[in-house]
């Protein structure tokens, strides 16, 4: 048994994959504090699903009200009493030894720790045993700027996460990307070489990624997290690292097919050329989001 970390589960209406993400942790070959926060399902009772579990190392909680995902993860934060948490969303799994990878890796200088995360289906069946090919890329933190390392299996230090504020509850769909990245300019990010999780990648309406999927925004609301982490290199470095870092130039064709087709060619050069390669600051970041919720008909 370690006191080092916290596995943290949370969860909200659903138990499709809930037992085995909630299995995977129970199973470490390090043993660890298991924390379950409930953002107040209304279909589900998590209590009773969880009492034949509970014990002095597996704790449950429920909110009072549905306080939002970014919101209940930074819960999960603030209910932890371990140095480290590992946030484990209920439809993704660990590999058994990844506690104990992890307190063999501890670095006190780091605020982040990540490893390999492999690709499962709905069912579970492996797609990819990697979702990053080369974690030395990341050894810079220019990479770092542009793609999430870490889908799942994120181990980070709390008080850390706590001082530069938690999760942003005013991210739908990057606050784990953006939390990653202050981290790291924090206090770094160490690779455990070790696939240390299974992210799950499927459809369903319950699912916030899927629903902004369908929508067409995920490629836009990571833009301005791109643009949102440059600024910050540029803040802490004193330099903008758009020369050197390899940049995603594409706007998905569920985006374009909502455009008029006379403009598609212009409004996906203005994107590159304006979104990401413009000052990253406030006068170009409003004209660009006035831009997109004009488009597209949603305020950013």
């Known amino acids: 048994m370690t006191d080092l970390v916290t596995i943290a589960i949370p969860v909200f209406n659903r138990v499709t994959y809930f037992f085995e993400a909630l299995e995977s942790a129970r199973n470490q070959t390090l043993k660890c504090r298991i924390l379950i926060v409930d953002n107040a399902s209304p279909d589900v009772d998590f209590f009773e699903v969880l009492k034949p579990y509970l014990s002095d190392t597996l704790v449950f909680h429920r909110n009072v009200r549905n306080i939002g995902m970014a919101a209940?993860?930074?819960?999960?934060?603030?209910?932890?009493?371990?140095?480290?948490?590992?946030?484990?969303?209920?439809?993704?799994?660990?590999?058994?030894?990844?506690?104990?990878?992890?307190?063999?890796s501890i670095r006190t200088d780091y605020a982040l720790f990540w490893s390999s995360t492999g690709i499962m289906s709905a069912s579970g069946a492996p797609?990819?045993?990697?979702?990053?090919?080369?974690?030395?890329?990341?050894?810079?933190?220019?990479?770092?700027?542009?793609?999430?390392?870490?889908?799942a299996g994120a181990i980070f230090h709390r008080d850390t996460a706590l001082s530069l504020g938690g999760f942003d509850v005013r991210l739908g769909y990057t606050p784990d990307?953006?939390?990653?990245?202050?981290?790291?300019?924090?206090?770094?990010?160490?690779?455990?070489p070790?696939?240390?999780?299974?992210?799950?990648?499927?459809?369903?309406?319950?699912?916030?990624?899927?629903?902004?999927?369908?929508?067409?925004?995920?490629?836009?609301?990571?833009?301005?997290?791109?643009?949102?982490?440059?600024?910050?290199?540029?803040?802490?470095?004193?330099?903008r690292p758009f020369d050197s870092v390899p940049l995603p130039v594409h706007i998905p064709l569920s985006v374009l097919l909502h455009l008029p087709r006379g403009v598609r060619?212009?409004?996906?050069?203005?994107?590159?050329?304006?979104?990401l390669k413009s000052k990253p600051i406030t006068k170009s970041g409003r004209l660009i989001r006035k831009l997109a919720s004009a488009v597209l008909g949603r305020a950013f």
């Open 265 to 275: 060619s212009l409004i996906r050069k203005y994107f590159v050329a304006a979104w």
């Open 177 to 192: 990307f953006d939390l990653w990245f202050r981290l790291m300019l924090e206090k770094g990010a160490y690779y455990i």
């Open 72 to 104: 209940n993860w930074n819960k999960c934060i603030e209910l932890c009493r371990t140095p480290y948490i590992l946030i484990l969303h209920d439809d993704d799994k660990l590999e058994v030894d990844y506690v104990k990878r992890f307190t063999e």
């Open 194 to 239: 070790t696939r240390g999780a299974w992210y799950r990648i499927y459809n369903s309406s319950e699912r916030i990624t899927s629903q902004l999927e369908r929508s067409g925004l995920t490629t836009i609301l990571l833009r301005v997290q791109i643009k949102r982490n440059f600024h910050r290199y540029q803040q802490k470095f004193g330099v």
């Open 127 to 151: 797609i990819a045993n990697e979702w990053i090919s080369k974690p030395e890329m990341f050894d810079n933190p220019k990479t770092w700027c542009v793609k999430n390392p870490c889908p």
